[in-house]
């Protein structure tokens, strides 16, 4: 990914005077943990937006889990917290055709007015800042946690577990 390249995540922020750092790795890297390596920072620091539907249903509401690099999406609370009987991951594909952003590259941020309703996991509140998809594979930004709480709508929810 070559430094200087903007997405739409960036440049909403940018609108919105907020400040970011930006990170440029291969694009060849689609896991969080494979960017906190990368990068040389903490896992615990960098966080994935994972895609979850309804389990037994058509896919009407679409939500964005973002939990850290070495945790697992837990599923069970995430269905507490949004009142659903079951939910699950979307498959590649179906995560890829609902928000048009490659795998390793969805990005809250990119995705704002889309309908998605959007969870963070309450681990990010123990960093001031966190770094976050920037809406295509190879870049990620580093954000304030409350900005991205503010411009994403995100509801701090207990929702991962470690690996």
Do not use: C, W
Request: charged content about 25%; overall charge positive.
């Amino acid at each position: 990914m070559t430094e200087g390249t903007k997405t739409n995540a960036m440049r909403l922020l940018e609108a919105k005077k907020v400040p970011y750092k930006a990170y440029y790795f291969s694009p060849e890297i689609h896991s969080a943990e494979g960017v906190a390596e990368a990068l040389n920072l903490p896992p615990e620091m960098v966080f994935k937006t994972l895609v979850v539907v309804p389990a037994n249903e058509a896919v009407e509401r679409t939500y964005l889990a973002i939990v850290p690099a070495r945790s697992q999406l837990d599923l069970k609370k995430l269905a507490q917290i949004t009142r659903e009987k079951k939910l699950r991951m979307a498959t590649q594909k179906q995560a890829e055709e609902l928000t048009g952003l490659q795998v390793g590259g969805i990005s809250a941020l990119a995705l704002l007015n889309k309908g998605f309703r959007v969870y963070l996991d309450v681990s990010a509140q123990a960093f001031a800042e966190i770094l976050v998809s920037a809406g295509q594979r190879g870049i990620n930004i580093q954000v304030p946690v409350k900005e991205l709480v503010r411009l994403t709508k995100a509801r701090l929810a207990d929702i991962a577990s470690p690996l």
